[in-house]
């Protein structure tokens, strides 16, 4: 079965430091990637996604992501975290197909981002 | 923000009795998804739609149906509360292109007491 690690379940840092999120799927085949953000009380919202080309994203936000198939990462990563980006990030894999079609999202576990100022 | 309603948005229900959420979208999506979001176990699958009346089940499906009537509407009911369904929940949308993500309602906070 497909699944999505995330390997820090909690990250502290202080503002303008440097954010890198680990995620790593287990899926053999042709995946789409996925990084959603939710902030306190709210619903999730896409940051950035990979489908195909560039294994470098760019997102909203000053976000990116790289996709590396050899070590099936999407490690998701910012120069300088503000105090705004405090919140929980999750990685998302796509299923291939289910019955009917369609995407199943995959989640990751999430990682509580606290940035303190 | 695309067009997904969810209702109601928080709900307190006792042990033992029914409880339907509904999903209410205006995008049109093929795909309708109910999630459940639990700490330390991110967002898990109940059921997907993949058209009226065209069901299936997620990975946690025990002590959940859902229907679909409309393309507009997707209902998720918990036909017998259980302490153990306090979740937030989420449904989701996506259209019929693989490659396109899937959107988010704002979620339905449910205590079960």
């Known amino acids: 079965a497909q699944s999505v690690s995330q390997h820090n379940h909690h990250v502290i840092l202080s503002e303008a430091a440097s954010l890198e999120l680990g995620c790593n799927y287990s899926y053999g085949g042709t995946v789409n990637l996925f990084w959603y953000v939710q902030y306190p009380g709210q619903h999730l919202q896409l940051l950035l996604k990979y489908f195909s080309g560039d294994p470098l994203v760019k997102g909203i936000k000053g976000f990116e992501a790289e996709f590396i198939k050899s070590k099936f990462s999407f490690n998701l990563r910012k120069p300088s975290v503000q105090w705004s980006d405090t919140a929980e990030y999750f990685c998302?894999?796509?299923?291939?197909?289910?019955?009917?079609?369609?995407?199943?999202?995959?989640f990751g576990t999430g990682t509580q981002l606290k940035v303190e100022l | 923000d695309a067009g997904i309603t969810q209702s109601p948005r928080h709900k307190v229900t006792e042990t033992g009795t029914p409880v339907t959420l509904r999903c209410h979208q205006t995008e049109n999506h093929r795909y309708m998804y109910w999630y459940r979001q639990d700490p330390g176990h991110g967002l898990r699958l109940i059921h997907y739609s993949y058209g009226v009346k065209d069901t299936d089940k997620g990975e946690v499906s025990d002590g959940y149906s859902v229907s679909r009537s409309k393309t507009e509407d997707f209902l998720l009911t918990l036909e017998s509360a259980t302490s153990s369904q306090t979740s937030v929940y989420f449904c989701?949308?996506?259209?019929?292109?693989?490659?396109?993500?899937?959107?988010f309602g704002q979620g339905t906070r449910l205590t079960v007491v």
């Open positions: 998302a894999v796509t299923h291939v197909i289910l019955t009917g079609g369609g995407n199943k999202l995959t």
């Open positions: 989701a949308i996506s259209g019929t292109d693989l490659n396109t993500e899937a959107f």
